[in-house]
């Protein structure tokens, strides 16, 4: 499956990292619009991708071709294999590329996800066993 994707053009000045049921419909598509409105070409998934869909081609070009990389950490991140893998790819990206990238902590403490406490800490535990 592609991801359909919401874009101002075709190579983006940010790429937008965020669990859909936590901040799609909210914080994100508010700064989605913003960042538009304000002539910065922002890349946003469209569609919930399934479980255990690896990311797709158009995700991994979608990040490549960003400047910047905004990371919407929230409470149920963590718990979303899609989320990490992209987030895998953005880091790649940064220590790769140069590309810069800026976390935002969306109602979750920046600690709980640096230390991988809280929700951090119970959704990781699951991709360790």
């Known amino acids: 499956m592609v991801a359909a994707s919401s874009s101002c053009r075709g190579s983006y000045d940010v790429f937008l990292n965020f669990r859909g049921k936590d901040t799609r419909n909210g914080f994100t598509a508010h700064l989605y619009e913003a960042l538009c409105n304000n002539g910065i070409e922002a890349f946003m998934d469209a569609n919930e991708v399934a479980k255990g869909e690896k990311i797709s081609p158009a995700l991994v070009t979608a990040i490549e071709k960003s400047m910047f990389c905004v990371v919407v950490f929230s409470e ?44 951090f800490e119970k959704a990781l535990v699951k991709y360790r066993s």
């Open 76 to 119: 149920n991140y963590a718990s979303s294999i899609w989320c990490l893998e992209e987030l895998v790819k953005i880091l790649d990206c940064k220590n790769t590329m140069e590309q810069t990238v800026l976390p935002i902590f969306y109602n979750v403490d920046p600690s709980d996800v640096r230390e991988q406490k809280g929700s």
